[in-house]
């Protein structure tokens, strides 16, 4: 039974992945009452693949008959292939932060509008009233927004190729049989 | 197959983050906004392929003027962010972008303007 699971986790990888980084943690998050730290956990998912990936690929590595050592067993180069793969996991994870910073950015931008919108459309005393303030706060609010999402999914587009490729080395080359 | 369910599995975690984050921290409009975030990878490959197009037949698109008070706007959002989040404050540059390509728009249409009332008065 326990070999049965461990083979479809590890032909199913990205899916278990997926399903475990998301809602698990949400619903973890979300048991806690802790309504920032949802924000958090659901902003920080990409970047959770991407290290649970780089940490598989890390952990197969060590051992010496693992699933990478087996995929390139018949290259004369083994050592660089793997080089290559934990370095091409490292530039992958470098530009899953960049486009993470992007997207904190605009989230952090589309909070302080949507804020706006109920705090800031009264002008202070001595202060001037913001022409069409309701317009103005919801262009950038969506602004925000848009630019939040594409960052968001942008990290998810750079992601997925890499860990289909490291769920087809695994499953491939995985120790767990159906058969046994 | 397999590629078509690893696909929908990432697809899935976008629905369901932008899903979530929208629902939990937006106002109003939420499930139009959901519908549009979702359709969100569409759009940007639309707008990539109508953006090639542009560049290929050297169409560019119109600018609309800049609303009055947007660059304030931006500024007391920027504040708010500061308030809410902390951080240095951030140089505030949509609203004048906006501004700056919308009189770089007039400017090529002006010397459009220019050349055919050149060619008017030569042939007049």
């Not at chain 1, 698990?24 to 970047?47: F, G, N, T």
């Not at chain 1, 899953?96 to 949507?114: N, S, T, Y």
């Not at chain 2, 990539?48 to 947007?70: A, M, N, Q």
């Amino acid at each position: 039974m326990i070999e049965w699971l461990a083979g479809l986790l590890q032909r199913n990888l990205v899916v278990c992945l997926a399903f475990v980084v998301i809602p698990m943690k949400w619903l973890i998050v979300r048991v806690c009452r802790d309504k920032e730290a949802e924000a958090v956990a659901i902003l920080s998912a990409p970047e959770d693949l991407c290290y649970v990936v780089l940490g598989l690929v890390m952990g197969d590595v060590i051992n010496g008959s693992g699933a990478f050592h087996r995929e390139f067993g018949k290259s004369p180069y083994i050592s660089m292939e793997i080089f290559l793969t934990v370095s091409l996991g490292l530039a992958i994870a470098l530009g899953i932060h960049v486009l993470a910073q992007f997207a904190d950015k605009h989230w952090k931008g589309w909070r302080a509008a949507e804020r706006s919108l109920a705090t800031d459309m009264k002008p202070k005393p001595g202060e001037v009233a913001i022409p069409n303030a309701e317009d103005n706060f919801r262009t950038l609010q969506y602004r925000h927004m848009f630019l939040f999402l594409l960052g968001y999914g942008l990290q998810l587009v750079l992601i997925f190729p890499w860990i289909h490729w490291i769920a087809n080395v695994i499953g491939r080359n995985g120790r767990v049989s159906f058969t046994s | 197959m397999k590629l078509v369910g690893e696909f929908l599995a990432i697809y899935g975690v976008y629905m369901f983050g932008s899903a979530v984050l929208i629902c939990r921290y937006t106002r109003v409009d939420r499930i139009p906004t959901v519908i549009v975030a979702w359709l969100m990878p569409a759009l940007v490959l639309e707008a990539l392929i109508e953006g090639t197009f542009l560049l290929l037949f050297k169409k560019y698109p119109r600018v609309r003027p800049c609303p009055v008070g947007l660059a304030e706007a931006e500024v007391v959002v920027e504040q708010r962010r500061q308030k809410m989040f902390g951080g240095e404050s951030l140089p505030t540059t949509f609203a004048s972008e906006w501004a700056r390509l919308y009189g770089v728009t007039l400017e090529k249409e002006a010397k459009k303007v220019q050349k055919v009332a050149r060619w008017v008065l030569a042939t007049a």
